[in-house]
């Protein structure tokens, strides 16, 4: 299994333009999930996803859309980028939302908004 | 939402055990303790999590107080590959998935 993985590592935008962080996970798992983390900060939540079809706002989901078409893919989509969105991204996925499940983390996005 | 409180960083030697303390005074009932840790540059990575007793796996042990106020990651060993910071996370049910992050222990490993 490969796991969690996010494309791409890298991306440097521009102010105003948009562009998708994907992430895919080869394990079967219900729940997927975005979070950034800003420097020294822990992770917060962005939006989340209990199955195919169904997605839901977390803790700070403006600028960002997000869609659940199949169980393995979880795009994050960035409309027109700010630099206040300038942050590490993380995708993470598990087998159900139940709180006593452990997540798998991918090894992150770095976006640099200038 | 409960919160968590961690010393910021803590020093370890190689080869020696480390106690990681977390305070969670206003814990509910079915409030599950999680622990993950984060490496220089990586994503986040699950360690343990418990809800009343004592649980061990391959990586580490986790002591839950009585009262299940606190609770104590314990690495038997420290090693290099050890150092990072170290999240402490209460999961409440109506929560689902969410994992909720404060701002973690920052331990280093000294040879």
């Known amino acids: 299994n490969a796991g969690v993985t996010q494309t791409p590592k890298f991306q440097v935008l521009k102010t105003g333009q948009s562009m998708t962080l994907q992430c895919a996970q080869d394990?079967?798992?219900?729940?997927m999930s975005w979070y950034r983390q800003d420097p020294g900060m822990g992770l917060r939540l962005i939006h989340y996803?209990?199955?195919?079809?169904?997605?839901d706002q977390g803790e700070v989901p403006n600028g960002y859309n997000v869609s659940r078409s199949t169980t393995e893919d979880f795009p994050l989509r960035l409309l027109s980028a700010a630099p206040s969105q300038t942050s590490v991204y993380f995708c993470?996925?598990?087998?159900?939302?139940?709180?006593?499940?452990?997540?798998?983390f991918g090894p992150g996005t770095r976006l640099t908004v200038l | 939402d409960a919160k968590t409180t961690q010393p910021n960083s803590m020093e370890s030697n190689e080869e020696e055990p480390v106690h990681l303390p977390c305070n969670h005074s206003?814990?509910?009932?079915?409030?599950?303790i999680h622990w993950y840790r984060q490496l220089p540059s990586q994503g986040p990575e699950y360690v343990i999590h418990?809800?009343?007793s004592n649980v061990n796996n391959r990586m580490a042990s986790l002591a839950i107080a009585e009262d299940r106020k606190s609770s104590t990651l314990i690495l038997h060993r420290a090693t290099l590959r050890d150092a990072a910071v170290y999240y402490c996370?209460?999961?409440?049910?109506?929560?689902?998935?969410?994992?909720?992050f404060g701002q973690g222990t920052e331990l280093s490993v000294k040879p």
């Open positions: 993470a996925s598990s087998p159900r939302a139940g709180h006593y499940n452990e997540q798998f």
């Open positions: 394990m079967n798992h219900e729940y």
């Open positions: 996803s209990v199955g195919a079809g169904i997605t």
């Open positions: 206003t814990i509910s009932g079915t409030d599950y």
């Open positions: 418990g809800l009343t």
């Open positions: 996370i209460l999961r409440a049910g109506y929560q689902g998935g969410k994992l909720i």
